[in-house]
């Protein structure tokens, strides 16, 4: 019965299907539900930071549900995006259409990035392609191999493309963090097929097998439902990227691990990831909060992730603090009074 508490994703979608049957403010569901009844509740709502003790957590570390809950978000997905194209296909260009698209936005930056990041992670590879088809939603699939190759290898290090800098303003974030990560992403499968003796330009790269199925994607959307429709598609795709990256901004700005006597940087700790033991925004964001946990054990499965007391923690949830980045000064006025705090 604890993994039926993850279902609460699925008021996501739900919102998602008020927006693309309303009109007017009711196609801005999503994004008031998401940016404003979710972190209002999370200021209300005492916080959790519980842990299973051992002999719990290897009862729900094997118990399938959770992972059930995880693939029942693909055909949810992938149905909402079909569903998105029909709708839009011929809308006439006005308030209503940007409300559907930001909707579709937040259901590909909440469901399609986010859990095909945690499936992303999996050692099954059945697991990891169902993550690879829902950041597909997105055309987000290079996150895959920076992000497992890249990013928990140098996070919290200027070598790092996700790791926000101290004073570094979000927007700029955006596009080094984006830029970065799909270049480094060709760098490591570059590397990966050398020490395998192989070219670059083989089926085996990820990042040529990831970008034709993007243009087979943006292909298939144009000869179904033409340019407009594609444009619209990328437009919600860029939403649910931007929702990633400010993820990614939050998670660990200005943490920086310490180089050691050998100039080796030390072993990535929990003080290396912001983390928030708020209730609403773990249990849609699929304990994503609990990042440190998830940093020194990148295959533990979300549901065992702890809260450990040396993680520095956030003022409110995830998506508080996603509203609060996208005010600069009032960002650094906050996070970097907490990290003198560290």
């Not at 006005?94 to 990041?117: E, F, Q, R, T, Y």
């Amino acid at each position: 019965m604890k993994a039926l508490k993850y279902l609460l994703v699925f008021t996501i979608p739900l919102t998602v299907y008020i927006s693309f049957e309303g009109s007017g403010w009711l196609t801005f569901i999503p994004l008031i539900y998401v940016f404003g009844i979710v972190p209002l509740a999370d200021l209300f709502v005492t916080m959790d930071a519980s842990n299973f003790d051992k002999e719990q957590e290897e009862i729900e570390k094997n118990n399938k549900l959770y992972s059930y809950i995880l693939y029942l978000t693909l055909p949810v997905q992938v149905g909402f995006l079909i569903y998105f194209l029909i709708i839009i296909d011929n809308h006439p260009f006005n308030i209503d259409l940007i409300g559907k698209i930001s909707a579709m936005g937040i259901m590909s930056g909440v469901i399609g990035i986010n859990v095909g990041h945690e499936l992303g992670h999996r050692n099954n590879r059945l697991e990891e392609l169902l993550g690879e088809i829902l950041l597909l939603t997105s055309l987000e699939t290079h996150f895959l191999p920076y992000h497992n190759g890249g990013h928990h290898l140098n996070v919290a290090t200027p070598d790092d493309a996700a790791t926000a800098k101290k004073n570094e303003p979000i927007y700029i974030f955006w596009f080094r963090s984006q830029i970065m990560s799909y270049i480094e992403a060709w760098k490591l499968e570059h590397k990966r097929l050398s020490n395998l003796n192989k070219s670059w330009f083989h089926y085996k790269n990820r990042m040529v097998i990831y970008l034709v199925c993007h243009l087979l994607l943006i292909g298939t959307i144009f000869f179904f439902f033409g340019i407009i429709t594609v444009l619209y598609f990328i437009a919600s795709a860029i939403i649910g990227i931007l929702l990633l990256e400010t993820v990614n901004y939050i998670e660990h700005y200005g943490l920086l691990r310490k180089k050691n006597k050998f100039g080796r940087y030390e072993r990535v700790k929990h003080i290396h990831s912001w983390n928030s033991n708020h209730v609403i925004g773990k249990l849609v964001l699929f304990n994503l909060s609990r990042h440190s946990d998830h940093h020194y054990n990148g295959s533990k499965h979300y549901q065992i992730l702890k809260s450990l007391p040396e993680s520095p923690q956030m003022p409110t949830g995830y998506p508080g603090m996603m509203l609060i980045s996208l005010i600069p000064p009032l960002w650094f006025k906050i996070m970097n009074k907490k990290l003198q705090e560290i």
